[in-house]
Every structure is written in structure tokens, then in C-alpha cells.
């Protein structure tokens, strides 16, 4: 069961409570902290485009790149009806490759947790960096182990609409710092009835200190950590942290 393939057709549905415009108005502050004023800012896991359309609609230039080739089919229509030219790419994050460089890179909705193997996560760090214009900032955001130990734990959720409805059975392995999303989507056809998906999708914890290990590695030079939407240091309770970090240059070995 390949994570997203089903549920493209119904993230915007089950995405809709998320305070987008919100989301792009705290990168900017962060932007703006630095002094950065971004014209071409690619747009890491850029799902079925919500983001990157909001930022082309405020002028900025944008690549999208996801893994999804059915989220980025979503995307591309978004644009075309928008009347934007944004050019997507379905690539893999870890290996990401793009034809310049760029002023920002931003991965947001807790992407990097999906990537579940350390030396995969390094090397998106590194592919950001070779990537990044001098200057250039590569911001993301994680969820804490925490939020995968104390707010969804070993949890059932589930949510109804008119045109669809889900149960997320929700695990956390901590030996493993895994957390698998086990999902049934119910999507309404054209009948009426209406179609089960299934889905498994997998994040995994990243302490604080071992993303600091990898931006290090990386040769990404570390800036900030936040505490979510906030300027604040990170807290214990903490169930989303954000990173900011500059172009830098050697990438140093393990």
C-alpha cells in the first residue's frame, strides 16, 4: 500500500481545517529575520500544491517536487486553473535534483519524518545545501517524539464528510521511533457507494539534537530551532519544531 496513492484524491478534503496562509505568513517572518527576500523558492514535498500555487500567486517563482505522482497530477491542475506556470517534479526527497539553484527551500507538514532512514534524511540535507544559493535558507519542520509518545500514541481517529470519511489507527514504536499511520479512507463514487482505500503510512522521531548531528554533516549551517509558529526555543511539550538553516559549504563525515 503506497502512502498517498488513494488518499491524493482526498487530501484536500481532510486538509481543509489547515490554516495555510497562516503557515506561508510564518515563513516569511523567518525570511524576513534573515534578511532574505526569496524570488525562487522550491517547495519540498509539495503534495497537490496548496502551498506552492498560494506562494506563485504572491509573486514568488516555485518548484514543487513530491514523490506522489498522483498528488503532483492534483497539483499541476491547481496551477493551470490558477493561470501559473510552476513546474513540478516528481522526485524522490532524499535524492532531489533541480537544474540551479535556488534562493529558499522549504519542506512543511512534517515531510521529513517520513523519511525513516538517517543516512536518506542526510542526504536530503546535502542535496539542499548543494541546491541553496549563497545566503539561502532551507527551513522545515518536524513532529516531536513527543507528539508521537503523548497526543497520538496508540490512538484511533477518524473523521466523516459528505464525499468521504477515514479510520486512522495510529501506532508508535519506540524502540524503533516509529510511528505508522494505518488509514481506511471511505471516498464516495459516482453510484453513490462508496470505495475502501487503504493506506500505511510511516514517520519517524528525530531528536532535537540528532537533526542538529545531521544539519552538521550536511554543511548546512544551523540558524534556528522553534517551537511551532512561534520564535520561542523548544519546549518539552513541543509537538512541532521548525529548523532554519543556511547554505554552508564542507560536508563533514560521520
Request: net charge negative; proline share 1%; hydrophobic share 40%.
Amino acid at each position: 500500500m503506497e502512502a498517498y496513492s488513494g488518499f491524493a484524491s482526498v487530501y484536500d478534503l481532510f486538509m481543509e481545517d489547515v490554516d495555510y496562509d497562516s503557515w506561508i505568513e510564518y515563513i516569511k517572518k523567518i525570511w524576513e529575520m534573515h534578511g532574505l527576500k526569496p524570488e525562487l523558492v522550491t517547495d519540498l514535498g509539495c503534495g497537490t500544491g496548496t502551498v506552492s500555487v498560494k506562494l506563485a500567486k504572491e509573486g514568488y517563482d516555485v518548484i514543487g517536487i513530491d514523490s506522489s505522482v498522483e498528488m503532483l497530477d492534483i497539483a499541476s491542475e491547481k496551477a493551470a486553473e490558477a493561470g501559473l506556470d510552476i513546474l513540478f517534479l516528481n522526485q524522490e526527497i532524499p535524492e532531489f535534483e533541480l537544474y540551479g539553484t535556488v534562493d529558499s527551500i522549504i519542506c512543511l507538514m512534517d515531510t521529513m519524518n517520513y523519511i525513516t532512514d538517517e543516512a536518506d534524511f542526510i542526504s536530503a540535507l546535502k542535496w539542499a545545501n548543494n541546491y541553496l544559493n549563497f545566503g539561502g535558507l532551507f527551513i522545515f519542520d518536524v513532529n516531536t517524539e513527543y507528539k508521537f509518545k503523548n497526543i497520538l500514541g496508540s490512538n484511533t481517529f477518524s473523521d466523516v464528510k459528505d464525499e468521504a470519511a477515514y479510520i486512522w489507527e495510529n501506532t508508535y514504536d519506540e524502540a524503533e521511533k516509529i510511528n505508522e499511520y494505518y488509514v481506511n479512507f471511505f471516498v464516495k463514487n459516482e453510484s453513490g457507494s462508496y470505495d475502501r482505500i487503504e493506506e500505511c503510512h510511516y514517520e519517524r522521531a528525530y531528536s532535537r539534537d540528532e537533526i542538529e548531528k545531521y544539519i552538521e554533516m550536511s554543511g548546512l549551517k544551523l540558524l534556528d530551532v522553534f517551537d511551532a509558529y512561534t520564535f520561542d526555543l523548544p519546549k518539552e511539550n513541543s509537538s512541532r519544531l521548525f529548523f532554519v538553516a543556511e547554505k554552508g559549504s564542507i560536508q563533514k563525515e560521520r
